[in-house]
């Protein structure tokens, strides 16, 4: 068996980004990971590829396949999205927090897609930021955003951005 391999063929463009992402991703997959920029220029179709990508069992060698990626569409165990145009609340958070209770089920990591992190409300930000100062090992936080400013500095600071 070979290293997984990693790659985004999937993500048109972005080239800068592949090439400073992927380096990290391979070198230590999880973390707390900030997506910013412009509305509508794939920021939420880059987070889902690379939600997929680090669930894959996949290796080098072999065809993917695999029991994860062909669940991901259909509910991953070990992937979690809240947000996208709702405000995100403390009891999105909440069933954040649950999810990280639990080890993985299919793959060796979980994964948390936070989308428009920007409309999260203080109350909620505070909550998720105690999950954030010490994520578990071998989970991945993803928050999507094309306003940044409007996400608390604490939260910020705990974030690699992108």
Same mark, same amino acid.
């Given at each position: ?6 790659? @985004? ?24 990971? +900030? ?19 680090? @669930? ?31 405000? &995100? ?42 999950? +954030?100062?010490?994520?578990? @090992?071998?989970?991945?936080?993803? +928050? ?15 974030? &690699?951005?992108?």
């Amino acid at each position: 068996m070979g290293e997984k391999e990693i790659t @985004l063929d999937k993500v048109i463009g972005h080239e800068d980004f592949k090439g400073a992402f992927l380096p990290r991703l391979k070198s230590y997959p999880a973390g707390v990971y +900030l997506f910013y920029g412009p509305a509508s220029v794939g920021k939420r179709t880059t987070a889902f590829e690379v939600a997929k990508m680090i @669930l894959c069992k996949k290796e080098l060698e072999e065809k993917c396949g695999c029991i994860s990626c062909k669940q991901f569409d259909k509910g991953h165990p070990d992937f979690l999205c809240v947000g996208g145009r709702e405000k &995100i609340k403390v009891a999105d958070v909440d069933s954040i927090i649950e999810f990280c209770t639990t080890t993985p089920f299919l793959s060796d990591s979980k994964i948390i897609i936070i989308d428009d992190a920007h409309i999260m409300t203080v109350e909620a930000a505070n909550r998720l930021l105690k999950l +954030l100062e010490e994520p578990p @090992l071998n989970y991945s936080f993803f +928050l999507i955003t094309s306003n940044p400013q409007a996400i608390i500095s604490t939260i910020l600071s705990r974030c &690699i951005r992108y």
